[in-house]
């Protein structure tokens, strides 16, 4: 039975990359690597943790014997990278764990897998999960090509881009079979509620003001996390050997549309008086360096192969609020503990 590591995949993207692939490859033998920090939740999966081609191990990508163990005991034939940090705010305060997780961590990953492969790359394949954010902020116009040049402005966006290159420098000096793509903003189910949407849903349901931040007018690209791991299952079967690929929703909105398109769906579903909610939004103090505008080209990906976006944003919205609101005993879990003193860190004083 060919095996395959996804690491990161008790996390929001990584939890809905492993559902799509255990359910469509019964074939293959799928390993989710996973720390399981703050981000990283078995709740996530357990609709698919006693299928037969599924396996967990907890481990930390930054341990490189942890990583080593693993390909000895299953040999793996390819690597989804999806293990990081992952949010902007938290890299501002300590950018060391972003450094430790997403560059060193990624380096263990590649070394280990040069090691095992040992120049025998026929069927084998590494394919690093990445961001626009690497490409730096947009003005009002353009949009992000793969040939756009990096220019992080974050210590998240600056260890992302560290490891893109590190991915490529092992593709042209050892000639790893590696593939890289950059993807926008995701959006829905099961989303950590640090970053906007699923945080902006559950200050909505607790009537807590809504933070957002500056005049509330920078621009995301947004996509549905469904379309995203779509999108990474055909990349890595089907994308060229030391290619990158963006994806994207060609989905831009203003923080501030999001929020106040966020309140009217939640007014609705909850039996509030229209407007009720939006009389929670509060413009705080802007985040430091904050990229104004990112917005991303995916032609390449939907020229060479045939993909595109299938959800809907009107659609894709009232899914995710759906989803968080017949799971709040998920959000609740989640928002219990560490999340209380992260959030009167992070928003204190704001
Ligand atoms: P997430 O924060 O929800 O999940 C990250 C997962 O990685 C968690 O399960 C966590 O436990 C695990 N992890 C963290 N450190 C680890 C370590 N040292 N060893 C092993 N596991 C570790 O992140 P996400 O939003 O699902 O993002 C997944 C990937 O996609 C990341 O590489 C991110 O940079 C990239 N990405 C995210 C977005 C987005 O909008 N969320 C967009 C483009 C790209
Ligand atoms: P986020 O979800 O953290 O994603 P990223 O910074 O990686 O794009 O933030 C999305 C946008 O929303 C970003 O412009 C920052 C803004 N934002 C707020 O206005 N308030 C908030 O409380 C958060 C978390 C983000």
Request: aromatic share 18%; net charge negative; glycine share 12%.
């Given at each position: 039975m060919n095996s395959i590591i996804i690491t990161g995949g008790a996390g929001f993207i990584g939890s809905h990359l492993v559902r799509l692939l255990v359910n469509t490859y019964p074939e293959i033998l799928f390993i989710n690597f996973d720390k399981?920090?703050?981000?990283?939740?078995l709740a996530n999966l357990t609709d698919i943790?006693?299928?037969?081609n599924y396996r967990f191990i907890k481990g930390d990508i930054v341990e490189e014997e942890s990583v080593m163990s693993a390909f000895e005991t299953?040999?793996?034939?390819g690597v989804f990278h999806l293990a990081a940090e992952s949010h902007v705010d938290r890299s501002i305060v300590n950018p060391k764990e972003f450094i430790m997780t997403n560059i060193v961590g990624t380096v263990n990953l590649l070394n280990t897998a040069r090691h095992f492969w040992n120049g025998h790359y026929e069927g084998k394949r590494f394919y690093h999960v990445s961001t626009d954010e690497v490409y730096g902020s947009l003005g009002d116009e353009g949009k992000f090509l793969e040939t756009t040049p990096y220019d992080p402005r974050s210590p998240y966006s600056a260890s992302k881009a560290s490891s893109d290159h590190l991915v490529r420098a092992y593709y042209h000096t050892?000639?790893?079979p590696v593939v890289i793509s950059n993807c926008s903003n995701n959006y829905g189910p099961?989303?950590?509620?640090?970053?906007?949407i699923p945080l902006i849903i559950n200050n909505i349901r607790h009537q807590k003001p809504l933070p957002v931040y500056g005049k509330g007018l920078n621009v995301r690209d947004w996509l549905y996390v469904g379309d995203h791991a779509r999108a990474i299952d055909l990349i890595y079967r089907e994308g060229r050997i030391g290619q990158t690929y963006n994806i994207g929703g060609s989905n831009e909105r203003q923080n501030i549309d999001i929020v106040r398109t966020l309140c009217r769906i939640m007014d609705r579903k909850l039996g509030r008086k229209d407007g009720e909610s939006e009389k929670l939004i509060t413009f705080v103090t802007d985040r430091a360096?904050?990229?104004f505008r990112y917005a991303i080209d995916s032609s390449k990906l939907q020229n060479e192969l045939c993909w595109k976006p299938e959800v809907k944003f009107d659609e894709g919205f009232e899914k995710t609020v759906d989803w968080y609101l017949a799971n709040q005993k998920w959000l609740d879990e989640v928002t219990s503990g560490d999340y209380l003193s992260y959030y009167e860190k992070m928003y204190k004083g704001r």
């Open positions: 399981l920090t703050y981000a990283g939740n943790e006693n299928a037969p299953y040999r793996f034939d050892y000639g790893l099961n989303q950590f509620p640090e970053k906007l360096g904050h990229d």
